[in-house]
């Protein structure tokens, strides 16, 4: 995506070109070369190539010998790392997640709401899941189609929703909802019945029921699920899930500033 070095509202548009080139790796899993990241970017290979070299020379990127080309390094990790183990809202739901964890059998996911997007913050990971929850933290996934999402996105107002539609609504599954009134009509559904469900429109075979997390001023901070496979997300296990989910929410929202 382009950006616009110009707007008014950056400052230092030095550090923010800087920027937009680091998370330009956290866009693929694969080395990247200056050429694609000045492409991407539209920026002049030298910026890239000399911001490059700076993010090298302090670990946040190695270069392949072979190849020139870059991906994040250790020093990245450590940031990563340090961010999480000292995410109050992680740790002030931790223990709740744990004993959702080990009520339900399934992955707990704790999530948090960034421009359309959930950005996996904490999981817990139960033996008998298809799938590791801890290989999800730091990932993002639209919110329009995830239950962690929607369960955040009914709250947070007409112009948020208005702008994830405006956006673009695109089909992960033949399941997601792409249609606008289709899922306003969900945000409703999820604001009466307190928790927002998931049924496979991100990802096929897997279901998920999510609610919002508040904080002590009641603001909507965060987002916490139950995620399994579809064949034992029965309606009964998702309604049972729920009122968990709505329940330790309540509890942690009174330490959560």
């Known amino acids: 995506m382009r ?12 550090l923010y070109k800087a920027l937009l080139i680091l998370e330009e790796f956290m866009k693929t899993d694969t080395f990247l070369g200056v050429n694609q990241i000045a492409e991407s970017l539209a920026l002049p290979k030298s910026t890239v190539s000399n911001i490059l070299s700076v993010y090298e020379s302090r670990g946040f990127v190695e270069r392949d010998a072979h190849s020139g080309k870059f991906k994040l390094g250790i020093k990245a990790l450590e940031l990563s790392n340090h961010t999480y183990q000292t995410n109050d809202v992680r740790r002030i739901l931790q223990p709740y997640m744990q004993e959702l964890g080990r009520f339900s059998m399934e992955n707990v996911l704790l999530a948090t709401y960034n421009a359309g997007e959930v950005v996996y913050i904490g999981a817990v ?18 919110a329009y189609c995830t239950g962690i999402g929607k369960a955040m996105l009914a709250f947070l107002g007409e112009k948020e929703l208005q702008r994830v539609v405006e956006e673009g609504l695109r089909p992960f599954t033949e399941n997601t909802i792409v249609d606008e009134k289709r899922l306003r009509d969900e945000m409703e559904t999820v604001r009466r019945q307190g928790y927002a469900v998931d049924n496979m429109e991100h990802e096929f075979g897997i279901k998920c029921v999510g609610v919002p997390v508040r904080n002590a001023e009641g603001e909507v901070i965060a987002g916490l699920s139950i995620s399994g496979p579809s064949l034992r997300m029965s309606e009964e296990k998702i309604r049972e ?3 968990q989910l709505m329940d330790a929410a309540k509890k942690a929202s009174s330490m959560l500033i």
């Open 125 to 142: 990971h139960e033996e008998r899941s298809t799938f590791s929850g801890r290989y999800l933290i730091g990932v993002r996934a639209p």
């Open 241 to 243: 899930y729920s009122v």
């Open 3 to 14: 950006q616009d070095f110009d707007a008014d509202h950056i400052k230092v548009k030095s």
